[in-house]
């Protein structure tokens, strides 16, 4: 099945080609549409459609330009041209892009079929291309590639001669220069352990790896993907980081058995300061576990007030594990401690009141890190009887490590996402108070919340387990049935006074996610 999003300022195109095509019966979905190119850019970059097909002429941001930028951050995607113009300058700078196909209006639905089999026939061959398992271990294996992925190795690591790293920048052609550094690492792993479905998705994030810019990256083993990623700005670096994160996201959850964790480091204004982003990064990726979920954790999100991370001491391995946690891993530390207990027989309440004193202090660290204060939050802990009466027999006990660290866990997240609480509050009152406006896109709330539109995305997403558009897109059905329960106002005028650019857009999009025409709902009231 191949996504498809259409962009055109002309309604009675959009819904030609949104009515005529029969989605269901096809290979094609219909991903969503846009009536101009600005519009269209914040909506493809977060639902990242297989096709794309856009007229040549639109307000604010044209189809070409649109088409260049879609090409430089998403490249996968296949590119539609629709024009009226049979110019040859606009074909050949439609070439010059990469775009696929060039469709001169006005045009018949055979017309668009045919270039998307057409598409979806080249989509297939890329995939099939880029997944060649052999041809990525050759290329890892090329001379050049050893020696950059080397150079590149020994930056991060800093263990190469900083003296000298500009010099060899230049002679192995690679780019250094920037203003911001950040680490970016994505472990791409099979949850079903299968290794061609692990090394299929690692050769297609690779191949497409090339394309980003302003970045650098390497696969420092067979399913590890480091990325020096730079800026002129730290805004500029902080989206570019994102998009790359959710980019790598996208291409290796193609696969179903597929997930990726990418942790990102904190920002850094010298190149000899990049181990510092990478320790980050690499810290946080081997302490969180996700279960076989994927996940984007940047240090930037778990970050005290003036700390680069939660400064909890170093030397005690429960209070490190505390810190990246989640709550599927409570019952794999559980089983440790019981299977150390179990190791030691005859001495099960020195081993539990040992192993319980040690979780008690870590938890007192991680609060009074997150400034909290132990006493206050969970007193009962600090009593000597607490102890006692939790190691009377293995059960107890389990239980009692289970109470202690789900409260830790929740008390850590509860501060660690509350700076991002307030965020998606003002996000969705912004939305409340804005859905209306058909101008009320990611990029706009990611404005008003003061946030790069890729962090934003991903947090979103991440925080309110839907993506952006969704949301929006939910609340203006929402208000839509309101309006039909309680006003006479006609479907169109309902269309528009809840942020739709299109009556018959909007009736599909209702029906797509009530299973009823508008008409339908407003007659089963």
């Not at 019966?25 to 097909?53: H, R, T, V």
């Not at 181990?275 to 930037?300: G, H």
Request: with cysteine.
């Amino acid at each position: 099945m191949y996504s498809v999003f259409i962009v055109d300022d002309e309604p009675i195109v959009l819904e030609g080609i949104r009515t005529t095509i029969d989605w269901e019966n096809s290979n094609f979905s219909f991903a969503g549409e846009a009536s101009d190119g600005e519009i269209a850019l914040s909506m493809i970059q977060e639902i990242k459609p297989d096709i794309l097909i856009t007229d040549i002429k639109m307000p604010f941001m044209d189809g070409l330009e649109l088409s260049a930028t879609i090409k430089k951050t998403q490249p996968w995607i296949k590119i539609i041209i629709l024009s009226g113009h049979d110019e040859f300058d606009y074909a050949k700078k439609a070439i010059s892009i990469g775009i696929e196909e060039y469709i001169l209006k006005p045009f018949t639905s055979k017309e668009i079929i045919e270039s998307l089999d057409k598409a979806a026939v080249q989509i297939d061959k890329e995939r099939k291309q880029l997944s060649d398992i052999t041809r990525m271990k050759e290329e890892l294996k090329s001379t050049g590639r050893i020696i950059q992925k080397d150079f590149l190795s020994g930056i991060v690591h800093s263990s190469i001669d900083m003296s000298s790293v500009m010099k060899k920048s230049q002679e192995l052609n690679i780019n250094l220069i920037s203003r911001y550094y950040k680490i970016l690492i994505s472990k791409i792993q099979s949850a079903s352990k299968n290794t061609q479905n692990e090394e299929m998705a690692c050769s297609l994030v690779n191949s497409y790896s090339s394309s980003w810019e302003q970045t650098n990256s390497f696969f420092e083993n067979n399913n590890q993907l480091v990325c020096i990623c730079k800026g002129s700005d730290q805004k500029e670096l902080d989206d570019n980081t994102y998009h790359i994160a959710e980019t790598i996201e996208h291409i290796v959850t193609q696969n179903n058995d597929c997930h990726v964790v990418t942790t990102i480091g904190k920002t850094v204004e010298h190149l000899s300061s990049l181990s510092e982003s990478y320790e980050d990064a690499k810290k946080i990726l081997e302490l969180s576990k996700t279960n076989e979920q994927s996940r984007i954790i940047s240090s930037d999100d778990i970050m005290s007030e003036g700390s680069s991370l939660l400064h909890l001491k170093e030397n005690d391995p429960m209070v490190e594990r505390l810190k990246y946690a989640s709550k599927n891993d409570i019952s794999v530390i559980i089983d440790e401690s019981m299977k150390l207990i179990s190791s030691n027989p005859g001495q099960f309440q020195f081993v539990a009141s040992y192993l319980l004193g040690d979780l008690i202090f870590a938890v007192s660290e991680l609060i009074e890190d997150l400034g909290g204060n132990i006493q206050e939050v969970k007193p009962e802990i600090l009593q000597h009887d607490y102890i006692e009466d939790a190691i009377q027999n293995a059960e107890t006990f389990s239980k009692k490590l289970h109470s202690i660290f789900t409260f830790a866990l929740e008390y850590r997240d509860s501060k660690i996402t509350g700076k991002y609480q307030d965020v998606i509050l003002k996000a969705k009152k912004y939305i409340a108070e804005n859905y209306a406006d058909q101008n009320t896109t990611l990029t706009k709330v990611a404005d008003v919340v003061a946030l790069s539109p890729n962090h934003f995305s991903t947090i979103f997403s991440q925080e309110c387990k839907t993506t952006f558009i969704e949301y929006l897109t939910e609340v203006r059905l929402e208000n839509a049935k309101r309006l039909m329960k309680t006003t006479d106002m006609k479907g169109y005028d309902i269309a528009y006074e809840c942020g739709f650019s299109d009556p018959h857009y909007f009736s599909y999009i209702f029906k797509k996610n009530t299973g009823l025409s508008p008409r339908e709902y407003k007659a089963s009231l």
